[in-house]
């Protein structure tokens, strides 16, 4: 039985998938890209928690729960707690989606799976010292330190992604 040019295409493309899975730095890349995203999305709950906690909320809708008129008018507020963990999040929005974009093409671009481990472990330690510090909150400079380590590493890997590349 003749394969058809179709099944032959579909057939080199999983083999490329396969390939792609099987690469070392890919994997590391996946590990750390996950990690950072769970850690994201928590931002989300903790967000709700004070929230709810807190009795803060922006959406009228929002306050059906504790009562109408006045009573749910009461907890339409900004809090600080809530304003806080709600910065951290959007922090984290401006950091890490560059780092899965600059990341995948750093993991592509043929590293040595040392030096990618060390660059996605000390991003995703970093952004886990700026969550506590921001959260905590810790003196500064510890936020804006993790902040600083996590954005320089962000920054190598797309120089090292426009070295290879472009030949910079």
């Known amino acids: ?70 009573s749910a008018k009461k907890n339409l507020r900004t809090d600080p707690d809530v304003e806080r963990v709600r910065r951290g999040h959007l922090n984290d929005l401006e950091n890490i989606v560059p780092f ?14 040392s030096t990618a481990l060390l660059h996605f472990r000390i991003f995703a330690g970093a952004r886990i010292v700026h969550t506590f510090a921001y959260l905590i909150p810790l003196p500064q400079p510890s936020r804006g330190l993790s902040w600083a380590v996590g954005y320089t590493v962000t920054i190598l890997m797309a120089y090292r992604v426009l070295k290879t590349a472009l030949y910079l």
């Open 100 to 113: 899965l974009g600059i990341g995948l093409l750093y993991a592509l671009s043929g590293p040595e799976l």
């Open 1 to 70: 039985m003749v394969a058809s040019p179709r099944s032959s295409v579909r057939s080199a493309e999983m083999a490329k998938l396969t390939q792609l899975i099987d690469n070392e730095v890919f994997r590391a890349y996946a590990t750390y890209a996950v990690i950072v995203l769970l850690k994201m999305m928590l931002m989300s709950l903790i967000t709700a928690y004070f929230r709810i906690t807190r009795k803060a909320f922006v959406n009228p809708e929002d306050t059906a729960v504790f009562g109408k008129g006045e």
